[in-house]
Every structure is written in C-alpha cells, then in structure tokens.
T-cell receptor, first 115, second 111 residues
C-alpha cells in the first residue's frame, strides 16, 4: 500500500518552455502533498505544501508564480515550472500523506533538464 | 530553524558487516522516520518511530527513537550489496506534516 506515482520521470526541453509534473496517490487519499527539489549529493529541499482544495503554501525563497501548484483532488497534485530556464534543472520529487501523523510516501521523482 | 545532524556522511563497508548511523536534533520531534533513496529514485520509507524509547525492526534494519526525542539511530545487520544507497533520517513537524531531513548517509557495500 501507500503507492505514489510521479510522471513524467524525465523531461528534457528548451529554455522558456513550461513543464507540468503530476503526482498521484494510487491507493490512498492524500490530504496533503509536498513538492521537493533535490540537487546532486544533497538532501531534499521542501518547496511547497499542497492541501486539497486550497492554495499551496510555499517555503521561503520559492517563487509561487514560477512554480505553480494545483491540488484539485485527494489523489492528484501538479507542479508546473513556468518558463523554465537552465537553472531550474533539478530532480523534483513529490510526496503524499493521508492525514494526522501518517508518514509521507514519495514518488520516484522527475529529472528536469532545461537546455 | 530546526536542523537534523546525520552522521556519518558516508560509509564504505564489506558485505556482511553491520552498519550504524544516527541523527540528532536540537529540537524535539514526536515522530522520526528513516528513508532510503536509490540513485534516480524517490526515498522509500524504511521505519517510522512514534514513541520515545521505541525500538522497531524491519527485517535486517533496526531503528530506535531516543528517549529525549532528540535523536534516533538506524542499524543494518549483515549488509548486502543491495543495501547501497543514501539513507535519510527525518523528523515530522506534527502541526504541518512537514519533514525536516538529515543530510543523508551514503552507504557503499563491497561484495
């Protein structure tokens, strides 16, 4: 149980393109989903917290207009990197949790490369 | 802000050896989690600890939640090549559900 699916697993695109990443909880309803960014050989950095039906809460220093998050249902959250540039290249990972003190379960990540 | 200090940063061991890594915090957490991340993948939950002093096992893995709620350790017994990866500890902030991650321990196992 507690499977989180993230799609696509890899994206390579030109500078200026907007890229959408999907995160789905397959076998449970996710009250909250989280979006992380991870640079090579570093830990996960939380970008934003997404609750179903409400606006995402962004961490300090994360541009909400650059990283658009939508959590339209209890099983789906999307992250759109708008007008992506090479410095946005990174490994983006989502996680989802049911409620209360349930642990977060992670997707397999999306490797984003902007040329 | 809250930080977790995880050590060691990396380990290179022989297959069959036991491994121990730990995490300390300046703040109290009510839930500690241990995850493993393979290259190019997301972290996978190994063990969740909910009670101070709790000792929990998952196969060859054993983790303990420190009595002060400011530390935790993870032991791996009789390591095998597939144990290779990065291990992260994480403390859960109860009211937000956010996780604070340690810096990770990179484990390499020599067959």
């Amino acid at each position: 149980g507690a499977v989180v699916s993230q799609h696509p697993s890899r994206v390579i695109c030109k500078s200026g393109t907007s890229v959408k990443i999907e995160c789905r909880s397959l076998d449970f309803q996710a009250t909250t989903m989280f979006w992380y960014r991870q640079f090579p050989k570093q830990s996960l950095m939380l970008m934003a917290t997404s609750n179903e039906g409400s606006k995402a809460t962004y961490e300090q220093g994360v541009e909400k207009d650059k990283f658009l998050i939508n959590h339209a249902s209890l099983t789906l959250s999307t992250l759109t990197v708008t007008s992506a540039h090479p410095e946005d290249s990174s490994f983006y990972i989502c996680s989802a949790r049911a409620d209360g003190n349930q642990p977060q379960h992670f997707g397999d990540g999306t490797r984003l490369s902007i040329l | 802000g809250q930080q977790l200090n995880q050590s060691p940063q990396s380990m290179f061991i022989q297959e069959g050896e036991d491994v121990s890594m730990n995490c300390t915090s300046s703040s109290i957490f009510n839930t500690w989690l241990w995850y493993k991340q393979d290259p190019g993948e997301g972290p996978v939950l190994l063990i969740a600890l909910y009670k101070a002093g709790e000792l929990t096992s998952n196969g060859r893995l054993t983790a303990q939640f420190g009595i002060t709620r400011k530390d935790s350790f993870l032991n791996i017994s009789a390591s095998i090549p597939s144990d290779v990866g990065i291990y992260f500890c994480a403390g859960l902030i109860s009211n937000t559900g956010k996780l604070i991650f340690g810096q990770g321990t990179t484990l390499q196992v020599k067959p």
